[in-house]
């Protein structure tokens, strides 16, 4: 299962869920002002797969420890992503989605990944 943040649409979530891609969005079943300690717990106990734009994360010490100690894989996307508004954003996830869940079937419990304009992980 992909858990969306909440800066990544759930529109572009539906799309995802739409083409059979198992993803749900903060919302879904967080309130959108939930603190990401929370959330990034939760994923861990679940198993989910974090994609966020949110690449404060990886600065704040108590979110990256979360991160760590609830072997939460983490995907994070580029920062050119939120400059493509909505159409861009969808079409960029349609153009790299297969490629990215591919490599994120690779990825150890724990990891975290930057997603690159192309849609290549690197750690």
Do not use: C
Not at 15 to 21: G, N, P
């Amino acid at each position: 299962m992909y858990f969306f943040d909440n800066p990544i649409s759930p529109r572009l979530v539906n799309i995802l869920r739409e083409l059979d891609v198992e993803a749900q969005h903060l919302t879904e079943r967080f309130s959108p002002s939930e603190r990401d300690i929370t959330w990034i717990r939760h994923a861990g106990n679940e198993g989910w797969v974090v994609v966020t734009l949110d690449h404060a994360i990886r600065h704040n010490e108590a979110e990256r420890t979360a991160l760590r100690q609830n072997r939460v894989r983490a995907i994070f996307l580029p920062k050119t992503f939120s400059k493509l508004g909505i159409w861009g954003q969808a079409e960029w996830l349609l153009r790299h989605w297969q490629k990215i869940d591919q490599q994120v079937q690779q990825l150890p419990l724990g990891a975290v990944a930057d997603v690159s304009h192309r849609g290549m992980l690197s750690r």
